[in-house]
């Protein structure tokens, strides 16, 4: 048996809503042991970006605002989206200025990631950011946010301790963690001391 191959049958599909950012279809289907049902699918029409930016210190800056969907505040990590076709560094570089006033001179890409797999195709790419300068933040008209500096073991502290539950903002910090412990970081940007 080939488990590459899709068990999926599509037998029919049906828009439900669609909007600037999303769209949301309902499939007919042959599950994968052989039942028909149905399957519900939100694609989305942008890339998800998300930023770690380490000053020489090892200090990084966190996002705090209200989220909508889920009806609480929440910390995260610089992030945004990126219209699809868009490039994804030219797009984290926007979203940086944005929403916290940084400039970087150094970026590294550090991770792909799919983010709800089992209803969505969202998808994601993670930067970090490096050789910061400060310039104005510039928010768009629908974001309300704070901005924390504070040291990146203290982010880490807030991922291991619940205190920061977005999941992009998780698998960020979790991967920047381990890569300053296996020193795969480009160290001349940052000083581990």
Known sequence: MDEHKNPWTITGEQPVYDNAWINVTEYKVINPNGGN???GKVHFKNHAIAIVPLDD??????????????D???WEIPE???PLGEDHLQ???RE???????????WEH???VHLSNSVSDESGSIFVAQGLSQEAPMPEETEQLAIKKLPFEEAYQMVTSGKITD???ITAILRVKLMLLNNDLQAKYVSVE
């Open 96 to 106: 940086l200025l944005e929403e916290t006033g940084l400039k970087a001179q150094h």
């Open 167 to 169: 999941m992009l903002s």
């Open 80 to 82: 945004g989206g990126c």
């Open 37 to 39: 049902g149905i399957y």
């Open 91 to 93: 797009a984290a570089q």
């Open 57 to 70: 210190q090892l200090n990084t800056y966190l996002v705090g605002q209200y989220r909508f969907p889920i």
């Open 110 to 112: 550090i991770a792909d």
């Open 72 to 74: 609480q505040y929440s």
